[in-house]
């Protein structure tokens, strides 16, 4: 069988199409050569137990590594501190037993008397735990490394605490006196161990002062860079030959994920699985074109999977992050990054946003359209007489198989008009946005995309990007302030259709001047014509 692209569990070179990970490893083996103890914290399925598991790999020959999956310990197994050596001292063994040849590495009495120590219940708390641990650290011929992967789904416990405490005093008392102890120590997770605050309750004050704070600070890159999608891209291309321009696919495929490990992947999944555009001989060719995959963007928006549910569902559980989160998408606010926002930690910490040139952004197209769909298919907008009106005037804007944006615009002022023409500014503020990519949405589904430029989110104006079979449209959507600073938006467009090589902006003003006209106009500026929609 050959290799495929996988989207559950960690990547096999041997048997997936994966991105070389040569050089991240690298970097963290600098790490691991310095004895740092430190924490690998990113988003689900950004590719944390695959680089681990690789890391592994990669250290074998300078160390013993013992990897660990805190998964497969039960809640049982976290209950008192005699339970929890005995399910720790299981698993680490299970670890040892992964190294080839361990019994030449560390002497055989030593790992015989921890075997025996665990069947005979000798070890019935953390301090009989670190001695053991201890000895086999001094006797081993190769420095012991310990790697814990989903660690923060122990952070709730009090005896995972205790558990980080000893690691603390054996890693000081290492640096202090030469004593034996893990050469380096990786805890891999979603929460941060060093700020485990965000996982306990308010009654459990007494947790909030994680002793994790030896921790180096761990600054690896684990996003996929355009170039290692092209590397991945390159090798599928070699074993199918499909005739794809692979720096164009690799161009998209980042464009749309920002390296997002998982979405990259199941991007090319779905081309390679999924989607139905064989060529004449009934190959894969039509499918690995940006018609193929601007539809497998509309199928992994339409799917449903592990990934997506889980970020909706801290949108629930972390209302100061919903709120945020839709400041940011209909207001188009600027939002200064700070670490120390509770709100951005967390959008940050579960990969919504990130960090560019200190203002808060989406972290990618396809997060960024996730949200707007959820916040879309709120039950109140879709009782909205705009939505209905949509649903109703959906067939009058195609044409030959192309949209017809202009009449969009039209409708959409008419019916925007009679329905909210006596609101004032907040309202569109808050919903005008919001209203027409209401309004747009149920037009365009199945068939077209649609995502928000983020250059010019915080700019004052909100630039949406449509996709319709292989055309593109760029519409401006802006608060009215007056007629110079609409001529100054005009002209923006202008330039930015001339990055997008096209000869025809639209742009929709809202507008509550009482002296406003209402109605559609066509605006030229050089060689370009503006539509514009004033509501």
Known sequence: MGRYFNTTGSCDPRIHYMVDLQERLGEIKTLVDRGEYFTINRARQYGKTTTLSALAQYLKDDYVVISLDFQMMSNADF???????????ALFLEGLDENSGIERIIPQQSLDELTDALLNGRISGLRLLFMHLKKLCGLSAKPLVLIIDEVDSATNNQVFLDFLAQLRAYFLARTRKGSAAFWSVILAGVYDVKNIRRKIRPDEEHKMNSPWNIAADF??????????????????????????????????????TSGYPYLVSRLCKLMDEKIEMPDADGGKENAWTKQGFLQAVRMILSESNTLFESLITKLADYPELDKMLGELLFLGKTIMYSSTNQAIQLAAMFGFIKNEDGKVVPSNRIFDTLLYNHYLSMDELHDSDLYKASLK???????GGRLNMR???EKFTEHFHELYGNSKEYFVEEEGRRYFLLYLRPIINGIGNYYIESRTRSLGRTDLIVDYRGEQFVV?????RGNEYNIRGESQLSGYLEDY??????????NFNNKKHVGVQEIMIGNKMLIEAVV
Do not use: C, P
């Open 219 to 256: 600054d690896v890159d684990m996003s996929l860079t355009q170039d290692g999608i092209l590397g991945m891209l390159r090798e599928y291309e070699a074993d199918h030959h499909t005739g794809m321009d692979t720096e164009e696919m690799a161009g998209l495929l980042y464009d749309y």
């Open 407 to 409: 009449r969009i615009l």
């Open 79 to 89: 209950a008192d501190e005699a339970a929890f050596t005995q399910s720790f001292t």
């Open 501 to 510: 090589h096209l000869s025809v902006g639209y742009m929709v003003s809202f």
């Open 393 to 399: 005037d959906k067939n009058q804007f195609l044409a």
């Open 476 to 480: 401006e959507m802006k608060i009215w």
